[in-house]
């Protein structure tokens, strides 16, 4: 698929076409992929999970294979660097954002106040900006408005491409048990400070 970059009036960034379009293919061809694959996880999880998928995490889908994190990292507020693998031990929310997406923009909040919800408990919630790095400091204005959630950053935009199937999407948000193996992920926005994500992370945790 050939490649192209549009820019905005008044001289934004160049963003992949793919992106901006919110990556509507590709979410689709990776659901069908997890529907497909489901039969390969632990039966019993599938069963406790699956069930957690309504309301406004009505697209939480089951991972094809039970999976470790990708090993690429992305670079926290010092510069340095992070690994997903790093939160192990913890149930760990991974969000791929970027400001340059309106979906993400507007859930933001809702992973904020998911975060504050957990403060004080074996819960990680990871935002990791994929903006260029010519839009750093925008990236970091912007979560500093979203505490307690901390700064990182993917400048080289390869963590979502690490993933199987690749997060290509955003935003896209994949949850890891304290055992560091994926539960699940949701592509698109949603309302993660409601009654029906606490309750699909409640659970990850019970079974942590």
Known sequence: MSERSDEGAAGGPKIPLRWVLGGVAVLGAAAVLYIIGQASINPQQETSLKGFAKGEMAKFALPVEAAPPPAAGFLDAKGETRRIADFRGKV???NLRATWCAPCVIEMPTLAKLAKSYEGKNVEVVAISVDRPDDEAKARMFIAKHAPLKFYHDPK????????????GMPTTVIYGADGVERGR??????WSG???KALIDKVLAES
Not at 157 to 168: C, N, Q, S, T
């Open 92 to 94: 760990v929310v991974v």
């Open 157 to 168: 935009m390869a963590l979502p491409f690490a993933f199987k199937p690749a997060a290509v």
């Open 186 to 191: 949701l592509a698109g926005d949603a309302d």
């Open 195 to 197: 009654k029906e994500a």
